[in-house]
C-alpha cells in the first residue's frame, strides 16, 4: 500500500509538478528513462545511470498505480466542478442531437 509521502518522492523523482496529465507522467518518464538508460550512459557514470534508472521505473510504478486505481467520479455536479457548466450543456447538447 502506497502513501502520500511514496508519491510525492515519485513524482520529484519524475520532476513533476503537484499536477500532471497522465500524457506528461508518460513524457516524463521517458524523457529520464533515455536520458539514464544503463547503455547510454559513459562507463564511468554506468553505476550512478543504473541507480537513477531504478528509481525512475519505481517511481513510474506508483504513479501509475496510483493513477489506474483512482476512482473517477461521473455525477453531474462533480464533472461540472472540473469542466465548467458550459462545457457540460455544450456535451449534452451534441450527444442528444447526434442520438436523435
Known sequence: MM??????????TLDL???ATLAEIK???????LKYHPDK???RERRECEEMFKKINEANQ??????TSYRYSFAEEDVKKVTGEAF???H???FY????
Do not use: P
Open 3 to 12: 502513501c502520500f509521502e511514496d508519491i510525492d518522492r515519485a513524482r520529484k
Open 17 to 19: 509538478g503537484e499536477k
Open 27 to 33: 513524457e516524463a518518464y521517458r524523457k529520464l528513462s
Open 41 to 43: 550512459c559513459a562507463d
Open 62 to 67: 506508483i504513479l501509475m498505480s496510483y493513477c
Open 88 to 90: 457540460v450543456e455544450e
Open 92 to 94: 449534452k447538447r451534441r
Open 97 to 100: 442531437e447526434d442520438f436523435i
